[in-house]
C-alpha cells in the first residue's frame, strides 16, 4: 500500500520496475486519484510502459461504485459538474472497467425478499440502466466498459467476504 505522504520514491521505483501495476490511494474522488496518479508517472521519466507513458489508467471498479461516479450528487448536485468532472478524465486517457453484482434482497410488497428474476436466478446488476441515463450528447460513456454477466460473475458480496474474514 503505498500512501500519498511517502509515494514519491516508493511509487517512482515501483513504476519503474513493472510493466503493469496496482496503485492504491486514498483519495475519495476518482478526479483526485487520478490527479495522484498521473502525478507519480510524471515523476517517472524511464517509465517503459506505453499507458504509463501516455498517462493512460483503467480503473476496474463494481457497479455500485459506477453508480455514484456518475451520480451528480458528488459533484454539488450539478449534472453539468459532474460530465465535465468525467470529460477531463476522459480527455486525460482515464477509463473504467465495471463488474456487475448479485443484487441484495429486495422486499417486495408483502414485505418478503426478492432478489431473483423470472428463471428464479439472482438478478444481475451491471449498469447498464444507469450508463444509458447519462446525457446523450455526452460521450462519456465511452469510458466505460460494463462487463456483462457471460463476461464476469461471482456470487458473493464483498460483505459476505468481509464476514468470512472474521471468523
Known sequence: LLKEQQHDQDTNSLIQKLDWGILLTTSPMFAEKVE???QDCRISSSATDSHL???????????DTFIRIINP?????????MLKALQDMQNRGITF???GRVQQNVPTDNGEN???????????????RELDSL???SNVKQM???LTEDDFRVDISSSEIRKKGKR
Request: glycine share 10%; hydrophobic share 35%; proline share 2%.
Open 53 to 63: 507513458q501516455k498517462g493512460t489508467f483503467t480503473f476496474v471498479i463494481g457497479t
Open 73 to 81: 450528487k458528488y459533484y454539488n448536485n450539478s449534472m453539468e459538474h
Open 97 to 99: 472497467v465495471v463488474g
Open 144 to 146: 466505460f466498459t460494463l
Open 114 to 128: 426478492d432478489n431473483t428474476n423470472a428463471s428464479n436466478l439472482p438478478l444481475f446488476l451491471g449498469g447498464q
Open 36 to 38: 495522484v496518479l498521473l
Open 135 to 137: 446525457s446523450h450528447e
